[in-house]
């Protein structure tokens, strides 16, 4: 079964960058589509961005221009490039492949 872990999070002002990793284990990332979702306190778990096998990617609107998934296959690994970061933004980041879930790290946006 895969392992995912998700790594990266942490707290950033406003504007800034920030690049999740998920690494992968017990299987490879690069045949099997991967999501990005984030949970907000007091909101329902919604979904952020996807890249599937071919390499194709599609993006939740909110983030749109400001996030890229992308892959490195060699060391089974999708990333999240976060830019222009906005305190809305703050949430803990999941990633999700074949209903495996990693444990989240959390982003804070904020001053």
């Known amino acids: 079964q895969v392992q995912l872990v998700e790594s990266g999070g942490g707290l950033v002002q406003p504007g800034g960058s920030r690049r999740l990793s998920c690494a992968a284990s017990g299987s490879i990332l690069s045949i099997k589509p991967v999501y990005w979702y984030r949970e907000a306190p007091g909101k329902q778990r919604e979904w952020v961005a996807v890249?599937?096998?071919?390499?194709?990617?599609n993006y939740a609107a909110f983030v749109k221009g400001r996030f890229t998934i992308s892959r490195d296959s060699a060391k089974n690994t999708v990333y999240l490039q976060m830019n222009s970061l906005k305190p809305e933004d703050t949430a803990v980041y999941y990633c999700t492949t074949q209903n495996q879930w990693g444990q989240g790290t959390q982003v804070t946006v904020s001053s």
């Open positions: 890249i599937v096998g071919s390499g194709s990617t």
